[in-house]
């Protein structure tokens, strides 16, 4: 079974500082996704962000960059220059490619910009 | 190109009743699953279709039903509700099983009264 572990219930960031949300996931399965959601209060979840099990080299999605460390589990999302439209919460999701291929999904984290 | 929809995008029932919520994927992906999100449990996975078939089901009672069209629409039912059946539905759409993207719609707010 798949796990995913977000410990930052809420953060609060100035705008246009970088921000580091954390993310640790438990798995058994060689191949795999892992994926960053973002979540504004009108409940629609925006994909931001893509990293494949084998792919050797983090993620980029414009300010949006992933910290991959397969080693020790984790996915941290990076975003540069935050923007108070960054305001949201964030949830990191994994999906395995045999098995029950469901996305299981973080408790995810509140970011909020602050001016 | 269009996005996935659903509708409706509120709903107010009451126990007891039953409710069909709609998803229209994104055009040309093949795979919709749908989710359910509440502040107690989070999100959590309903059921995958693939090609009119479901290929996964989460662990959710038999009152949570779904199906889909050969035009990959899809359709979830929840019949009997009850108090905790409120919640954010959330329907995504990928252009097949496996690792590919899942791209969320707008979600149905269902409030069971």
């Known amino acids: 079974a798949q796990k995913i572990t977000q410990t930052q219930p809420g953060m609060f960031v100035q705008e246009k500082e970088a921000v580091t949300l954390d993310c640790t996931y438990d798995?058994?399965?060689?191949?795999?996704?892992l994926f960053w959601y973002k979540q504004p209060s009108s409940g629609e979840m925006i994909f931001l962000i893509y990293?494949?099990?084998?792919?050797?080299q983090n993620a980029t999605e414009g300010r949006y960059s992933l910290n991959f460390q397969k080693a020790r589990k984790s996915a941290n999302l990076v975003i540069s220059a935050s923007q108070l439209g960054d305001s949201a919460m964030y949830f990191c999701?994994?999906?395995?490619?045999?098995?029950?291929?469901?996305?299981?999904f973080g408790q995810g984290t509140r970011l909020t910009i602050n001016p | 190109k269009a996005g996935v929809t659903q509708t409706p995008r509120y709903l107010i029932k009451t126990r007891g009743q039953q409710v069909t919520l709609s998803c229209s994927p994104i055009s040309g992906h093949r795979s919709v699953s749908w989710y359910q999100q509440t502040p107690g449990q989070g999100l959590q996975f309903l059921f995958e279709?693939?090609?009119?078939?479901?290929?996964n089901k989460g662990n959710f009672p038999g009152r949570f039903s779904g199906r889909q069209f050969s035009n990959s629409r899809s359709e979830m039912n929840v019949s009997t509700l009850e108090l905790g059946d409120s919640a954010l539905y959330l329907c995504a759409s990928s252009l097949a099983i496996g690792l590919e993207t899942q791209y969320f719609g707008p979600g149905t707010r269902l409030l069971v009264l």
């Open positions: 999701a994994m999906r395995a490619f045999q098995g029950a291929q469901k996305l299981v």
């Open positions: 990293q494949g099990s084998y792919d050797e």
């Open positions: 279709y693939f090609s009119e078939t479901q290929r």
């Open positions: 798995t058994s399965d060689q191949s795999y996704g």
